[in-house]
């Protein structure tokens, strides 16, 4: 730059020159041209400002996008308070909202979380639920779910049992009281406390029915709501609502509503029962600025629109259904909706009922019914039965109509035989009997008829076996040689017929087998 300098820049340099002390070496002249040029200074001065200007718009860019994005981030520590009675199935519901078929139950406090993702953000992040155990014992554990820290942040949620519909208030009542007592000894500073009650109150009075609007992500949501509530009017709180301001939101869940066509099955339960159930719940809500929702987890009723309410009261989601009051087991009612006017409605059912009549009068619990045991009857065993029956027949004394009969002396006909009739004298031997045998006493009534009657069957067949051609001694050895007796067969027969017919024998048959015996 110093040798391409033009000379009127060397001459001026060189006037300068002349005028310096002699000391000064002429090399620093060159060296400190460029230094000395106002103008570039000023040029250079200008284009640092210009970089460094565009360096802090780079980084304020930068920092105001990841303000906006923190700002848009769902908000951390928010948590839900669960109570209830043993088996009215709050962690069946929590577990249900997770997705989870089989849970186990847990003692004492259990600790779970729901997934809250917003799509419009893509930003995710975790509810907590704290599920107190159904035994007021417990309720020394609040401490480690609810804090002076996170109770802005914290949904009571209240639940009941419709299988047991005569239980409802007073559960409902048990556990607002001990969640109320728990608030009163946190100590929370009277202004932060106010100040919880009144955003309680402002949105019960600010709510609206939902319109069918193009969904918005919760951060414009919660911008247009603001503003619009600005230029609301804010009505007047109604009689009997929100008396009892806990300064958190509460939502009231009546689980297992499928056992209502089974309260009308087995305890007459009609119409007018329900909707006396609801009524009495909604004034208890109104008092509380709770909102109402009827679940069902095997019909798998109102679990998504439960859902939704919850990330809408703790997250500022979007929200849109409407109102359910038709269906008796899927009611639906939101926080700033119901009015005594509107709980009204219900007692025009009423026939044997009235408005205000009390709970337990209108609902009463059905009697226990006792369980009868009824005692086992074990059959024994068949021997065992047949040996005390052959003893006990052993011990009767002996059956007898008449005469005494031995059961040996029966035939198979069943016809009875003496002693008389076997041996020589049996009947069934062929050989005549002689007339010098000793007679049979007729005194004896039954030995005289029995011998009558072989007096006269001997007779015919002593007539019989003297034939032509053949005598009786012939009979008899052909008896003898032969080993049998061919006439046994129709003799025996003839006996059997006429000891079922004694009375066709007479005293004349008798007299005449006498005479011929002799």
Known sequence: QCVKMAPIEASKSRRRAANLPASTPPQSKCAGAGQGDPQRRRRGASGEGEEDEEENN????????????????????????????????KTTLIAKLQGVE??????????????VHDEDIEDHTRCNVWILDGDTYHKGLLKFAVTTDNIKDTLLMLVVDMSRPWMVMDSLQKWTNVV???????????????????????????????????????????MVSQETNEESVVLPLGTNTLTHNLGIPVLVVCTKCDAISLLEKEHDYRDEHFDFIQSHIRR??????????????????????????????????????????????????????????????????F?????????????????VRKFVHEKEILSEDDQVFLMKQQSFLAKQPPLSTGRPLDSSTRVAGGSPRTPSRSGSANVVNVTPIPSGNKKIDPNIKGAASEGVLANFFNSLLSKKTVSPGGGPSNLQGSVKKGGHKPVLTDVQAELDRIARKPEA?????????EDKAS
């Open 58 to 89: 780079l980084w304020s860019s930068i920092l105001s996008e990841v303000s906006t994005r923190s700002r848009s981030k769902l908000p951390s520590g928010k948590a839900v308070l669960v109570t209830g009675e043993d088996g009215s199935g």
């Open 102 to 115: 089989d849970y186990k139950k847990g003692r004492g406090m259990e600790f779970l979380y729901l997934d």
């Open 180 to 222: 109320q007592e728990y608030i009163d000894k946190l100590k929370i500073p009277p202004e932060e406390m106010k100040e919880m009650e009144q955003n309680l109150v402002r949105q019960f009075q600010e709510y609206e029915e939902p319109d069918k609007e193009t969904p918005v992500s919760p951060q414009r949501r919660s």
């Open 284 to 349: 208890f809500c109104l008092q509380y600025g709770a909102a109402l929702i009827y679940t069902s987890i095997k019909e798998n009723k109102n679990i998504d629109l439960m859902y939704k309410y919850l990330v809408h009261k703790l997250y500022g989601f979007p929200f849109h259904s409407p109102v359910l009051v038709v269906e008796k087991d899927a009611v639906f009612i939101p926080a700033g909706w119901d009015n005594e006017k509107k709980i009204g409605i219900l007692h025009e059912n």
């Open 351 to 367: 026939q044997s009922l009235k408005a205000d009549d009390k709970f337990e009068d209108g609902i009463m619990k059905p009697p």
């Open 505 to 513: 024998v007479s005293p004349t048959h008798t007299s005449i087998a």
